[in-house]
């Protein structure tokens, strides 16, 4: 498997930069493809390997892996070598945390960007109940431990982190001291500095093109 070819679909002004930076905490080469919205992203090419029409995708030989916390758990299994991933036995938060950012984070952090409001009469009925009790239950989580699954750095620090550092700096995630300790220690992380630094060069190049 590790000898088969890696490659990222991809758009650096998309949630895209999430499986970059877990493509550099992986270490292992892989090829970039820049997909533009609406253009080559929608094309019948790509849609083949990823029917939404959206990014990010990676294709590790013949598999074919979309949604971003999925990826990072498929490259942390893919390629242990890394230590991504808790031994199996200790994987429960590691789990817990993962995807809780992906489905409650995600949900409520979206809608509330978006202006939408879930009645209170209706709470039961949306799986991650407030915007508030997500955003306290997070809160608690990362102070809890230095990293979100707990004294060492895995896969659902990548998620977990892009997931706070996208927010806070488009505010849709308030700045709270909790949030900025906690992504300040995987900001300055050197394959978070590389995927950055990656990513803003391919933006600027689309920039430029366009």
């Not at 809608?111 to 997500?134: H, Q, S, W």
């Amino acid at each position: 498997m590790m000898t088969e070819e890696l490659v990222l679909y991809t758009n650096p002004l998309s949630r895209g930069r999430i499986a970059r930076w877990m493509l550099e905490e992986v270490g292992v080469p892989y090829r970039t493809e820049i997909l533009g919205f609406g253009t080559t992203m929608k094309a019948d090419g790509y849609k083949a390997v990823n029917p939404m029409g959206k990014v990010p995708t990676i294709v590790h030989g013949n598999d074919v892996v979309t949604e971003c916390a999925a990826i990072c758990a498929y490259l942390a299994d893919a390629f242990p070598e890394a230590g991504l991933a808790p031994p199996p036995a200790e994987r429960a938060n590691y789990y817990r945390w993962l995807f809780f950012a992906a489905g409650p984070v995600e949900a409520s952090v979206s809608n509330r960007a978006l202006g939408f409001e879930v009645p209170k009469d209706r709470e039961r009925m949306i799986g991650y109940g407030t915007y508030a009790d997500v955003i306290n239950t997070l809160e608690k989580a990362v102070e809890a431990n230095p990293y979100i699954a707990g004294d060492r750095f895995t896969a659902a620090d990548v998620y977990v982190g892009a997931q706070l550092g996208w927010g806070m700096q488009f505010g849709t995630i308030e700045k709270r001291p909790a949030f900025e300790r906690y992504f300040g220690r995987l900001a300055s992380r050197a394959a978070a500095i590389r995927a950055n630094e990656k990513d803003n060069a391919a933006a600027a190049e689309l920039q430029s093109a366009g």
